[in-house]
């Protein structure tokens, strides 16, 4: 049989309609302080996603058993970061009111403010884990409010104080941790507390957002602003393991930036961290 050249995500190559989780991407990296380039990464780990299996020995599933919907790249605006971010924030809230689960690829991670805004409104009761190097809490970058290093003080404006777990923070200036204290809960470096964290939340919706620099730079150089001292993949894929109990309503991996590892072990890495968490979020549907 022939089929037309459409090249999804491995294993994710089912219909809209019949699909419990929708992959997109949305290359964007306008904002990135350091070092762009996660415009590329959906479309690398599309490519790449071939060099790895569908079956997962860890959860003994397979990504040709449940129903996955790729709906390709977003054609997002450069240069106007607004218009992106509605545009991402549309998809998803479609997504979402099909009652599927969003998944997107990134981009550098201020797209996550996109779904959530559309996630927000969709379930006002959500909480946010988020695995990251960086605590990106800050007001404003260098004068701007909509920034890679502000995401996250840009959710705590849609949800308020005590909706927000960060995982594996290492990086953020004295500032922001302060602003942070009382109003988001923040685990330094590791994934520590995690459990406490799962009890808390349980029969709650989550989503969950993965800054793919929260892992090591030696297993992950490929990003715009890697940080030393991070966690081993297998770390994290304990984390994903154990967070896909509860009520995942929609998640997002982003910053990888495939142009930084010529080796191309980081979109490896990638690929694999993303179809564990498919396989991992699909036991809910
Ligand atoms: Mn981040
Ligand atoms: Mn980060």
């Not at 809209?16 to 762009?36: C, L």
């Not at 790449?48 to 605006?77: C, H, M, N, R, W």
């Not at 808390?200 to 892992?215: E, F, M, N, R």
Request: hydrophobic share 35%; proline share 4%; glycine share 10%.
């Amino acid at each position: 049989m022939l089929n037309r050249n459409i090249e999804t995500f491995i294993g994710c190559d089912n219909e809209y309609e019949e699909s419990g989780i929708v992959i997109f991407g949305a290359p964007f990296d306008s904002t990135t302080s350091f070092r762009p380039g996660t415009r590329f990464a959906s479309k690398a780990m599309r490519g790449d996603s071939f060099g790895i299996e569908t079956y997962s020995p860890y959860q003994d599933k397979d990504l040709e058993d449940i129903a996955i919907f790729d709906g390709g790249d977003l054609e997002l605006s450069f240069g106007n970061t607004e218009r992106a971010l509605g545009q991402i924030e549309e998809f998803t809230a479609k997504v979402l009111s099909d009652g599927k689960i969003p998944c997107m690829i990134g981009g550098e991670h201020l797209v996550t403010l996109g779904t959530m805004r559309a996630v927000a409104k969709h379930y006002p009761d959500v909480h946010v884990i988020q695995f990251d190097a960086h605590a990106d809490l800050r007001e404003d970058y260098l004068g701007e409010s909509l920034s890679h290093a502000t995401v996250i003080h840009r959710v705590w404006d849609l949800l308020g104080d005590n909706r927000i777990y960060q995982f594996g923070i290492r990086s953020g200036d004295r500032s922001e941790f302060q602003w942070g204290k009382d109003r988001v809960f923040t685990n330094k470096f590791n994934f520590n507390g995690l459990t406490d964290v799962i009890d808390k939340l349980k029969g709650k919706p989550v989503y969950l957002t993965i800054d793919l620099d929260v892992l090591d730079p030696s297993v992950f150089p490929g990003t715009g602003t890697p940080e030393a001292g991070g966690v081993s993949f297998m770390e994290l894929l304990q984390a994903i393991l154990q967070v896909s109990e509860l009520n995942i309503i929609g998640c997002d991996v982003n910053e990888l930036s495939p142009p930084y590892d010529q080796s191309g072990v980081s979109t490896a890495v990638a690929c694999k961290v993303l179809r564990e968490l498919l396989l991992a979020i699909s036991s809910k549907n």
